[in-house]
C-alpha cells in the first residue's frame, strides 16, 4: 500500500476555536493514526503576518494552537509536526512558485475578491488597504502543501479554491521544469467543513463569533446560551436548516444522537434545552483533554522542544528538496555551467527526469531526451520519496547507479542512457565545486 501524506496547519493569529478543532484539528489527528498515512501538522505564524501586526498576539497563539493539537491527541513521535518559520525553504519555494503563477489567478482569489468587493461598495480605491501579502496568501498555501508533496489537505469548504490554486501552481511548475510536485487533493468532512459561530456566520476570529476551544465549563455553557436562534416558542416545529446550533451539534454527535435532535426540532424543543444538550455533548468530547492543554500552557518550554525537533525532520526533507527545485530552475552552481557549455553538442547532456504517478497508485519516473525520446522507464515505486531518492542516486553515481538500481529500471536506449547519465553526473559533481 502506498504511503498517503496529510498535512494541514492553522494561523497563529487568534486563540484556537471549534471550528479549527472540528474542521482540522480532530480530522488530522485521526488521520495521523490512520495505517500507510504519513501527516505533516505545521503552525502558519508566517500567514498570521497578514492578518495582524501584533507580535505577542502570534506568540501566544502559537503556544495555543501547538498546545491544542498535543491536548486533542497528536504525537509528535508519529507526525511531522513543526513552526512555518522554522522551515526557510518554505518562503523561498513560495517566491519560485510566484514567477509561475498568473497574477489574474491570484485576482479570482476569494480573500482579495472580498477586499476589493468592500473597497468598490465603499467607493474607494478598490485595492484600498489590501496588503501585497493577503493578495499573495495562496502562493504562500501552495508552497506550505508542495514543500512536502502532500497528497491530501484537510480544508473546509471555503478553502477548496486554495487547494485548487495549489494544483495549478505544480502543474505549472511541473510544465516548466519536469514532474517535481504532486498535485494535491483536498480532503473534506462533509458535515462540518464549515462551522457558524455564535451569530450563524461562519465561525471566525475575523467576526469575533468563536467557541474557543478549551473555554472553562462555565464559560463555554454561557457562549453556547448565546448562539442567535429564531423567536419559535416551546412547542413549535422548528427549523435545523440554517440552524447554528443545530449544525454545530452534528459536529459532534453521532448520527443516533443528530437524528434524534432533528427529531426534537419536528416536535417543538424549546431552545434552552437544545442549548443545554449542545453543551453538554462538546463538552463530553473536550473535557477529558483540558488538564493536558492546560499543563502545556503552563509549560512552553515542553511545546518549544517539540517544534524545534519537528522542525528538524521537517528539514531533513525540505533541505535535499529544495536543492533539487532550485537546480531545477537553473539556481546552480557555475561550475556546472562551464560543465554544460564543454559538453552543449551533447543531446544527452540535456536528458531530464519525468516523476509522476500513475492509476495503480505507484510512482514512476523516466528519463527522456531534448527530442522527448525515453531513453529508460522506472518499475513503480511505493512513494514519491523513494522514487526521488532513486533519481537522486543516477543523478549522483551515473552507470554506477544505473547497475545498482537495473532491477527497477527498464532501459530503452542502452547507449544514449549511458551518456546521459555520465552527463548528469558530471554536471552535478561540478555543481558541488563551491
Known amino acids: 500500500m502506498s504511503t498517503v501524506r496529510f498535512l494541514t496547519g492553522i494561523t497563529t493569529s487568534g486563540t484556537p476555536h471549534l471550528g479549527n478543532y472540528v474542521g ?4 488530522a489527528v485521526r488521520a495521523s493514526k490512520t495505517p500507510g498515512v504519513e501527516s505533516f ?21 502559537t503556544l495555543e494552537i501547538a498546545a491544542s493539537w498535543l491536548a486533542a491527541g497528536l504525537d509528535p513521535a508519529h507526525v511531522t509536526f513543526y513552526r512555518q518559520s522554522d522551515v526557510p525553504e518554505i518562503p523561498e519555494l513560495c517566491w519560485f512558485l510566484t514567477c509561475v503563477t498568473g497574477k489574474g489567478v491570484l485576482n479570482r482569489a476569494h480573500a482579495y475578491k472580498a477586499a476589493v468587493d468592500k473597497n468598490t461598495a465603499a467607493d474607494v480605491d478598490p485595492d484600498a488597504d489590501v496588503s501585497a501579502g493577503l493578495f499573495m496568501y495562496p502562493v504562500l498555501m501552495g ?14 469548504r471555503d478553502q477548496i479554491q486554495h487547494i485548487e490554486m495549489a494544483r495549478d501552481m505544480a502543474a505549472s511548475f511541473n510544465h516548466r521544469y519536469g514532474e517535481h510536485f504532486v498535485p494535491p487533493q483536498a480532503e473534506i468532512e462533509e458535515s462540518v467543513a464549515t462551522l457558524p459561530g455564535l451569530d450563524g456566520r461562519k465561525m471566525s476570529k475575523s467576526y469575533d463569533n ?26 413549535e416545529a422548528k427549523d435545523t436548516e440554517g440552524s447554528a446550533l443545530f449544525q454545530i451539534y452534528q459536529a459532534f454527535a453521532s448520527e443516533e444522537e443528530t ?10 424543543i424549546a431552545w434552552g434545552d437544545a442549548k443545554t444538550l449542545l453543551f453538554e455533548r462538546i463538552d463530553q468530547e473536550i473535557a477529558p483533554m483540558r488538564a493536558a492543554y492546560e499543563d502545556y500552557m503552563a509549560h512552553p518550554e515542553k511545546v518549544e522542544a517539540l517544534l524545534l525537533a519537528g522542525a528538524v525532520k521537517a528539514r531533513a526533507i525540505a533541505t535535499p528538496f529544495m536543492a533539487q527545485l532550485r537546480s531545477a530552475v537553473g539556481l546552480r552552481g557555475l561550475a556546472s555551467a562551464v560543465q554544460g557549455k ?5 543531446k544527452a547532456a540535456l536528458a531530464s527526469f519525468k516523476q509522476y504517478r500513475e492509476k495503480d497508485g505507484l510512482f514512476y519516473f523516466k528519463l527522456v531526451d531534448p527530442a522527448g525520446a525515453v531513453l529508460m522507464q522506472s518499475k513503480g515505486f511505493e512513494s514519491p520519496k523513494v522514487a526521488g531518492q532513486a533519481i537522486g542516486q543516477l543523478q549522483r553515481d551515473g552507470a554506477a547507479g544505473v547497475a545498482a538500481l537495473q532491477a527497477q529500471l527498464e532501459v530503452l536506449d542502452a547507449e544514449a542512457l549511458a551518456r546521459a547519465v555520465h552527463a548528469l553526473a558530471a554536471l552535478a559533481e561540478a555543481a558541488d565545486v563551491k
Open 143 to 156: 508552497a506550505d502543501i508542495l514543500m512536502f508533496n502532500a497528497h491530501k489537505v484537510p480544508v473546509g
Open 24 to 27: 482540522s484539528i480532530r480530522p
Open 41 to 61: 501538522y505545521f503552525l502558519a505564524n508566517y500567514h498570521a503576518l497578514i492578518k495582524t501586526d501584533e507580535p505577542a498576539r502570534i506568540q501566544r497563539s
Open 259 to 268: 437524528a434524534a435532535l432533528r427529531k426534537a426540532y419536528a416536535e417543538g
Open 342 to 346: 564543454a559538453e552543449k553538442t551533447s
Open 210 to 235: 468563536t467557541i474557543p476551544l478549551f473555554s472553562s465549563r462555565e464559560q463555554l455553557k454561557k457562549l453556547i446560551a448565546g448562539i442567535k436562534t429564531d423567536s419559535r416558542a416551546p412547542g
